[in-house]
């Protein structure tokens, strides 16, 4: 259930696995997107994208690539050459090419304009999905339906439901001259968040995560106080020739959720139905993408030889723990509070210390666990280049 990131990534490797999937999409026309999302898709996914071919298909479809430098009250920390590349590609060309993917793969049918009603089950097990009058027999019934996921709800899963103490609102532009250095640009500002993307289309992607309590500033011209915090950031782009091309998009509250990935019998979710995180770090379609290629790799061969699903989905499960993990942290970080002295401390020690900048790159690009940056060595490893002179870049 669900043509988007996630369920079409799922359909396709399932497809390729030598399985019969149906995808069940309520939306019509192939070319309908997802508005209310980003689609700045973090270096850890790139070996995922590049395994099953979808990499090569984003960049012929335009899609651009690149790193990401960070700014913070310690100045730009610049990547060194090496880490995985970020890859960005405009919902409006994204969702259409990974429908039109999934369509074409043997075994996958793509059902345009259907709305699951309910769902089939025997005790508590999920057997298949309710279509109109229709009925849908399924071993495996995969919920990646987005955040709120009527899936979940028909099934009665609860929700861990987390407060977002940022807002955001966005905007592509044609024109924007970036003036900090890497192709993409994230300005820490404690709480404030501001991004610069490059895109498709020689276009950028401005992007504002400004604390709540500066809401009431930017209902009046949405559009003028987007640009207006973006030219004022450090080192920020000149938009003095930039031409906006879309209009504002924005949310005034975007909660954190996360659900049981596996919460009964014949019954799994995947991408922001299990895991909806907060959307400043740009986490979700790579999310999505990998989670979906853990629920097939854990599932497929029980699929295939009719055998006990219990344990492909206890690996699922254990791999979702990955996500989970940076989750946590998301999650505080989603309060919009000022910075805690660990956190000072490990962003002093990144200008200071190679391994550590190294570590900490790859965990912003979710290429490592949370675990392997907050640690008690990393915290040795920074109170030891805190005594060290900063790095020259």
């Not at 011209?221 to 950031?233: M, N, P, T, V």
């Amino acid at each position: 259930m669900g043509a988007g990131v996630a369920g079409c990534t799922a359909a396709i490797l399932y497809g390729r696995a030598g399985l019969r999937v149906a995808i069940i999409e309520k939306h019509r026309n192939i070319s309908t997107h997802k508005a209310l999302c980003g689609h700045f898709v973090l270096g850890g996914t790139q070996p995922m994208l590049r395994r099953t071919g979808l990499w090569e298909a984003m960049a012929d479809a335009g899609a651009a690539v690149g790193d990401i430098a960070r700014w913070t009250t310690a100045g730009w920390f610049v990547p060194e050459p090496g880490p995985p590349e970020c890859i960005s590609l405009r919902r409006e060309k994204l969702d259409p090419l990974l429908r039109t993917i999934a369509a074409g793969t043997p075994g996958v049918d793509l059902l345009l304009g259907r709305t699951v009603t309910g769902l089939l089950e025997s005790g508590e097990r999920i057997t298949g999905v309710r279509v109109g009058d229709e009925e849908v027999p399924a071993r495996l019934v995969v919920g990646a339906d987005g955040h709120r996921s009527p899936v979940a709800q028909l099934a009665g899963v609860t929700e861990d439901t987390a407060p977002n103490e940022r807002f955001g609102l966005w905007a592509y532009y044609r024109g924007v001259v970036p003036r900090g250095p890497a192709a993409n640009q994230v300005w820490s500002l404690d709480p404030d968040v501001g991004i610069l993307i490059r895109t498709d289309d020689d276009l950028h992607m401005l992007v504002a995560f400004p604390a709540k309590a500066r809401l009431a500033d930017f209902q009046a011209d949405r559009a003028g106080e987007l640009e207006r915090f973006i030219a004022s950031l450090p080192d920020g782009p000149d938009l003095t020739s930039a031409e906006r091309v879309s209009k504002v998009i924005g949310t005034n509250d975007y909660p954190c959720v996360r659900r049981e990935p596996a919460p009964r019998p014949g019954l799994v979710l995947v991408g922001d139905a299990a895991i909806t995180g907060d959307p400043t770090p740009a986490v979700g379609c790579g999310w999505a993408f990998r989670a979906a290629e853990w629920l097939v790799d854990s599932t497929a061969p029980a699929l295939l030889d009719g055998g006990d699903l219990r344990t492909g989905l206890a690996a699922y499960r254990k791999a979702l723990d990955f996500v989970v993990g940076h989750d946590r942290l998301g999650r505080r970080d989603a309060l919009a509070r000022p910075t805690n002295p660990v956190q000072r401390l490990v962003t002093k020690g990144v200008h200071r210390d190679p391994e550590l900048a190294r570590r900490a790159y790859l965990f912003s690009m979710r290429a490592i666990s949370a675990g392997e940056l907050m640690n008690p060595r990393t915290l040795l490893r920074a109170l030891w280049a805190a005594a060290r002179p900063a790095l020259r870049r």
